[in-house]
């Protein structure tokens, strides 16, 4: 008997356990002391004892499905950001962008309330063109990042970072770059939080507050 880890799901190792993001039930979970050491086993590769049992409970979960072979999975893993685009286009926003951008954030509140939030980041997400050179590109991120800090002035941004970010992911695909979105949990106490990072930049979501979280999910 083979097992892989449910499609539904993306995890990471954080304060020294695994937690585990399921998208289309908007939640955030973690499993019992045993069932975790015998999980972070398997996707190590490594021989899970007893494994009928564990491996058992785990697709009892939800956690594991039985497939045609078995595969260790890694972690979900982001290059850390080292620079962040809202302090350096502090100041370049046009009121006009602004608005939009602001308005577009408060359209997605009201569906973020309605719709499931797979459905949500599905949506907010286009092809994305390339440009022709690293310059013009940083220009227009720095924009962005610009806007959506001229937006936090206006809605604040406490609770927000949902919303902020797929406003910054579709501005980012409409300019044709490509940015990923984020998403991240810390422990004791938990919390989640979501940024737009470009290469080694955060768009928004704050350089400094992302540190403090383990990605657990990463959308391209």
């Known amino acids: 008997m083979h097992h892989s880890l449910s ?23 973690c499993l019992a002391d045993a069932d975790d050491a015998a999980f972070r086993r398997w996707a190590a590769g490594e021989p899970v004892e007893p494994v009928p049992a564990a491996l058992q409970r785990l697709v009892e979960r939800g956690v594991l499905v039985r497939s045609e072979k078995t595969a260790g999975t890694l972690p979900a893993y982001v290059e850390p950001a080292t620079r962040d685009l809202a302090v350096e286009g502090a100041g370049g926003a046009r009121m006009s962008a602004a608005l939009r951008a602001a308005l577009d954030q408060m359209r997605i509140q009201w569906m973020l309330r309605r719709h499931p939030i797979a459905a949500i980041v599905r949506r907010h997400h286009g092809p994305v063109a390339g440009w022709s050179g690293p310059g013009e590109a940083l220009a227009e991120a720095r924009r962005i990042a610009g806007v959506l800090a001229t937006t936090a002035l206006l809605l604040g941004k406490a609770d927000r970072c949902l919303p902020r970010a797929l406003v910054a992911r579709a501005l980012c695909a409409r300019r044709g770059l490509a940015s ?14 979501c940024w737009v990072q470009w290469g080694d930049a955060v768009i928004v979501g704050d350089l400094e507050q992302s540190r403090m979280f383990t990605p657990i999910l990463a959308l391209p």
């Open 7 to 29: 499609e539904d799901l993306s995890w990471c190792v954080c304060a020294g356990r695994a937690v585990f993001l399921d998208m289309p039930r908007n939640c955030y979970f």
């Open 180 to 193: 990923m979105l984020v998403f991240g949990v810390r422990m004791e106490p938990f919390a989640a939080h």
